[in-house]
């Protein structure tokens, strides 16, 4: 049996190697997944979640239709699907707050992308400035005493 450490430590890139190529659990590998083998919905799209690589912070969720992930996978940079101005965007392309992409996964259905990117230590993901789309709480949410509070909220402009 193996330690579930190990196993996390394997999946983090660049832990256990010289790389920053990302290393399966032991006793398993990648199994390759085509764009095309995808489950876009009746729209073109799947959501894709973005992670901080070396850290799991989820910095945002976001859309992309087949040509945003093949973009993605040329440009090694998040491409995403707009669904409100309805074309594809360029992560950090205008604000420079660009995401680089060091591994792209699939979930089991098939059905919802993961992203590992490089967000960059001073890099935000959100559009308000935020690091994390993720900054705010559920009123009433349970709190455990080991999470992590939020970092402080910036002083927003109208």
């Not at 190529?21 to 083998?37: F, I, K, L, N, Y």
């Not at 392309?93 to 960059?120: E, F, H, M, P």
């Amino acid at each position: 049996m193996t330690d579930p450490a190990d196993d996390a430590a394997a999946m983090t890139p660049g832990v256990g190697g010289a790389t920053d190529e990302p290393v399966p659990p032991q006793g398993s590998r990648w199994a390759q997944v085509d764009v095309a083998q995808l489950r876009f919905d009746q729209d073109g799209l799947v959501p894709v979640v973005v992670q901080q690589h070396d850290t799991g912070e989820v910095l945002m969720v976001a859309w992309a239709d087949a040509p945003a992930l093949q973009r993605t996978l040329a440009l090694g940079e998040a491409v995403f699907y707009s669904r409100s101005r309805q074309e594809q965007w360029h992560k950090g392309a205008t604000s420079g707050n660009t995401q680089r992409v060091l591994d792209v996964r699939v979930d089991c259905d098939a059905d919802v992308v993961l992203y590992l990117v490089d967000q960059g230590s001073a890099g935000v993901a959100c559009h308000t400035g935020e690091r994390s789309c993720f900054h705010r709480r559920l009123t009433g949410a349970p709190t455990t005493p080991h999470q992590p509070g939020p970092a402080p909220a910036k002083e927003s402009t109208p």
